[in-house]
T-cell receptor, first 116, second 111 residues
Framework: EAEVAQSPRYKITEKSQAVAFWCDPISGHATLYWYRQILGQGPELLVQFQDESVVDDSQLPKDRFSAERLKGVDSTLKIQPAELGDSAMYLC??????????????FGPGTRLLVL | EDKVVQSPLSLVVHEGDTVTLNCSYEVTNFRSLLWYKQEKKAPTFLFML????IEKKSGRLSSILDKKELFSILNITATQTGDSAVYLCALGGAGSYQLTFGKGTKLSVIP
């Protein structure tokens, strides 16, 4: 069964360092999402891509976060510089093209980030 | 102010019990309501509800949506220890299909 791949699974870094997370969606899925899930909370959308274009990044802290999906397939989320409050699980999800009635989002295993 | 409110936030039951998890929301213009199960990893999809009053069922789990009263429930009958997880409710946006999640209900099933 096709899965969303993410790496690394765990990342420990010191504050002010740069970190990057990678996501490879299910083959053929046009839409890709990055979520941040703080412990005890539900996931919150950071950025949504449709192919290589950003559909919504209104919740992305753009002073330190950036995301790209250059070829419309895999994607990278970067934080520079990392802050203590960035410690969280970063989830990537993908779904087929928009406007399909029964589509759902399929989540990857996540990257758990700890900033010291 | 949270748009998706789940209750209770945590629940402890014994194996064999039946539980009902609640999800209430404020948004009226949405395409679907989804339930996910999250163990110590990524959420896994359980149900997607789009129509009011139609129950969806999968084994011991079932869910229903009430668009008039703006809530959904997730029922689990004959609970097992493997049901222990956080159950997340999410709304799928009408236009962009973004998901807005609640904080989840942490269910613990003890033998």
């Amino acid at each position: 069964e096709a899965e969303v791949a993410q790496s690394p699974r765990y990342k420990i870094t010191e504050k002010s360092q740069a970190v990057a997370f990678w996501c490879d969606p299910i083959s053929g899925h046009a839409t890709l999402y990055w979520y941040r899930q703080i412990l005890g909370q539900g996931p919150e959308l950071l950025v949504q891509f449709q192919d290589e274009s950003v559909v919504d990044d209104s919740q992305l802290p753009k002073d330190r976060f950036s995301a790209e999906r250059l070829k419309g397939v895999d994607s990278t989320l970067k934080i520079q510089p990392a802050e203590l409050g960035d410690s969280a699980m970063y989830l990537c999800a993908s779904s087929p093209r928009l406007a399909l009635r029964e589509e759902t989002q399929y989540f990857g295993p996540g990257t758990r980030l700890l900033v010291l | 102010e949270d748009k998706v409110v789940q209750s209770p936030l945590s629940l402890v039951v014994h194996e064999g019990d039946t539980v009902t998890l609640n999800c209430s929301y404020e948004v009226t213009n949405f395409r679907s309501l989804l339930w996910y199960k999250q163990e110590k990893k990524a959420p896994t999809f359980l149900f997607m509800l789009t129509s009011s009053g139609i129950e969806k069922k999968s084994g011991r789990l079932s869910s229903i949506l009430d668009k008039k009263e703006l809530f959904s429930i997730l029922n689990i009958t004959a609970t097992q220890t493997g049901d222990s997880a956080v159950y997340l409710c999410a709304l799928g946006g009408a236009g962009s299909y973004q998901l807005t999640f609640g904080k989840g209900t942490k269910l613990s099933v003890i033998p």
